[in-house]
């Protein structure tokens, strides 16, 4: 089954104390990105990858590293967690069409929560 | 800002009622796609429409773009209590390689049985 897996769904953590939300897709997309979804605001990109050793920031990379070392991972890494990150976390991977553009799969989300 | 604007912000319908929804964006796109997402799940793909198209169906579904307005709509006919989810217009600015989706803040949409 053609799917977009994040781990974990859930994590409480504390400041300062780094964690790694993984992200792994099974199509053999080019494209992958991170978002975050907060209430009033939307989904905003953190960071998008458009291949291989190929990341860039999208509009909201602060606080955020990732990187895409394989085609199939690309994992979202928070050096130094702090209360405004917490948040509902989504990797995407991206189907790329014909005549160009994108179409994104989502995976499941992870609620991150930092006290 | 590329950001797509949805509107309303909310909807509540009878099951078996129409429901519409807008999007307005403000630059130039390549293509303008809709998603739905049920309560704190991933995004879903419903339907995607180009710029040099003006109407598409699929199922229950029909969104329309007018580029001269920058404006999009998607219509979901014969309403079900499933329907009920946030609905998220995306503004695809294609430039070449850098592609890129930009989502609106959605639309809860709710369907009373």
């Known amino acids: ?115 | 800002s590329q950001q797509g604007e949805e509107d309303p912000q909310a909807l509540s319908i009878q099951e078996g009622e129409n429901a519409t929804m807008n999007c307005s964006y403000k630059t130039s796109i390549n293509n303008l796609q809709w998603y739905r997402q049920n309560s704190g799940r991933g995004l879903v793909h419903l339907i995607l429409i180009r710029s040099n198209e003006r109407e598409k169906h699929s199922g229950r579904l029909r969104v329309t773009l007018d580029t001269s307005k920058k404006s999009s709509s998607l219509l979901i006919t014969a309403s079900r209590a499933a329907d009920t989810a946030s609905y998220f217009c995306a503004t695809d600015a294609f430039t070449g390689a850098n592609s890129k989706l930009t989502f609106g803040k959605g639309i809860t949409l709710s369907v009373r049985p």
């Not at chain 1, 974990?8 to 975050?36: A, D, F």
């Not at chain 1, 890494?77 to 994104?104: D, H, K, R, V």
């Open chain 1, 1 to 115: 089954e053609a799917q977009v897996t994040q781990n974990p769904r859930y994590l409480i953590t504390v400041t300062g104390k780094k964690l790694t939300v993984t992200c792994s897709q099974n199509m053999n997309h080019e494209y992958m990105s991170w978002y975050r979804q907060d209430p009033g605001l939307g989904l905003r990109q953190i960071y998008y990858s458009m291949n291989v050793e190929v990341t860039d920031k999208g509009d909201v990379p602060e606080g955020y590293k990732v990187s895409r070392k394989e085609k199939r991972n690309f994992p979202l890494i928070l050096e130094s967690p702090s209360p405004n990150q917490t948040s509902l976390y989504f990797c995407a991977s991206s189907l790329t069409l014909p005549g160009g553009g994108y179409e994104q799969y989502f995976g499941p989300g992870t609620r991150l929560t930092v006290t």
